[in-house]
Every structure is written in structure tokens, then in C-alpha cells.
């Protein structure tokens, strides 16, 4: 079975300082995994994702991600913190096994940034 | 116009009402999803379909039911609304293409649902 695990439910920065989100997941075969973003009142809609080329993925607004196998890690990072940022970021895992292609989501990490 | 969208955005019901709520979208995927989202919990999924003949329950598809009426159409049902049901839900969808392409879900802005 599949798991997510986000640590932090909520994490604060200030503007221009590090973003640096944790994930961790749980899967038997090799993984496809993803960022999601939820700006307040919207839906998800992705950030980036993993498909096993690449292991630093670059998404949009700046945001990369790597995937670290042996530590069974997908952490999210931004160099540089806008206020537009604020927003709750999920990450996702999914693979190709039995009965489709199901995402299992984490509990999501809620981004403040402090100007 | 949205590719993904639900009706209404919005509802206040009552204990014991029936609810509908609709998903529609335009991305011709075949694949559709509902999901509720609490505070804490992150996205939970209640039932999928990988297309029209084809409805599997999810994680919480207890008190909930579903109906693919189109490609293009996916509505979740609350025959009789509890307050424990009062969340955000979300629609999705997903399609074919690139390899991990097909994973990748697509929003609606979600439906707000408070049960008194």
C-alpha cells in the first residue's frame, strides 16, 4: 500500500528566505509523485511531478523538487519566498499498479510567509 | 471557461436531505474522481471511475454513491446528509498522454457543503 507522509502541518518563513516543504512516502513499486498547490477558495492544480526521468524536478513559480530514493524522500523547495506563495501545498503519490492509476495525497503543509 | 467545474460552489442542507453534486468537464478524460477535504486530513477519496461502465469505491464512499451519466459527467450523491459530512468536496479528472501524464489530476474549484 501506498502512503504520504507531509512533516509539518504548517510552516512559516519570511519573504526572501528558504522554502523548504518535507515528504516522505511509502510505496512497493517505483512511484510517480507529485506537488500540489490550493490557493484559498481554488482547487489543487500541480505543481510539479516525478516520472522517473529526472531526479530534481523543476516546476512552476520556481519551485523544484528531488526525489531521493534511498531516503524515500520528495521535498519541495523554493530558494526564495514570495508572499504569493502562501498557499497549502499537498504532496501525492501514485503508481501503475492493480486498478488504475489512484493518487494518494498527503495532509498537506500550509506555507505563511512573513513580510 | 474552467475545464473542470461543479454545482453549486456552495450548500447549506439539513440532516436527512438527499444532496447532489455535480461535476462536469471539458478535458475529455476519461477518468473522474470525488474526493472531501477536512482540515488536517488532506484529500480523502470517495469513488472513482475510469469511465463510464466503471465506478469503484474509494477510501470513504460510506453514506455516498455515485453516478457516471457521461463521459464528461460524474455527480456524488448524499441520500440522507449527516453533520460529519459537512466538508469541501472536490471533482477531478485525468487522462491519457505521457507516460506519468495520465496521473496527473485536473481541479474543480470544489463545493462547499455544511450539513446542519
Known amino acids: 500500500a501506498q502512503s504520504v507522509t507531509q512533516l509539518g502541518s504548517h510552516v512559516s518563513v519570511s519573504e526572501g528566505a528558504l522554502v523548504l516543504l518535507r515528504c516522505n512516502y511509502s510505496s512497493s513499486v517505483p512511484p510517480y509523485l507529485f506537488w500540489y498547490v490550493q490557493y484559498p477558495n481554488q482547487g489543487l492544480q500541480l505543481l510539479l511531478k516525478y516520472t522517473s526521468a529526472a531526479t530534481l524536478v523543476k516546476g512552476i513559480n520556481g519551485f523544484e523538487a528531488e526525489f531521493k530514493k534511498s531516503e524515500t524522500s520528495f521535498h519541495l523547495t523554493k530558494p526564495s519566498a514570495h508572499m504569493s506563495d502562501a498557499a497549502e501545498y499537498f504532496c501525492?503519490?501514485?503508481?501503475?499498479?492493480?486498478?488504475?492509476?489512484?493518487?494518494?495525497f498527503g495532509a498537506g503543509t500550509r506555507l505563511f510567509v512573513k513580510a | 471557461d474552467a475545464d473542470v467545474t461543479q454545482t453549486p460552489r456552495n450548500r447549506i442542507t439539513k440532516t436527512g436531505k438527499r444532496i447532489m453534486l455535480e461535476c462536469s468537464q471539458t478535458k475529455g478524460h476519461d477518468r473522474m474522481y470525488w474526493y472531501r477535504q477536512d482540515p488536517g486530513l488532506g484529500l480523502r477519496l470517495i469513488y472513482y471511475?475510469?469511465?463510464?461502465?466503471?465506478?469503484n469505491k474509494g477510501e470513504i464512499s460510506d453514506g455516498y454513491s455515485v453516478s457516471r451519466q457521461a463521459q464528461a459527467k460524474f455527480s456524488l450523491s448524499l441520500e440522507s446528509a449527516i453533520p460529519n459530512q459537512t466538508a469541501l468536496y472536490f471533482c477531478a479528472t485525468s487522462g491519457g498522454g505521457q507516460r506519468g501524464s495520465y496521473n496527473e489530476q485536473f481541479f474543480g474549484p470544489g463545493t462547499r457543503l455544511t450539513v446542519l
Open positions: 501525492a503519490v501514485s503508481d501503475q499498479g492493480t486498478g488504475g492509476f489512484k493518487t494518494i
Open positions: 471511475s475510469f469511465d463510464v461502465k466503471d465506478i
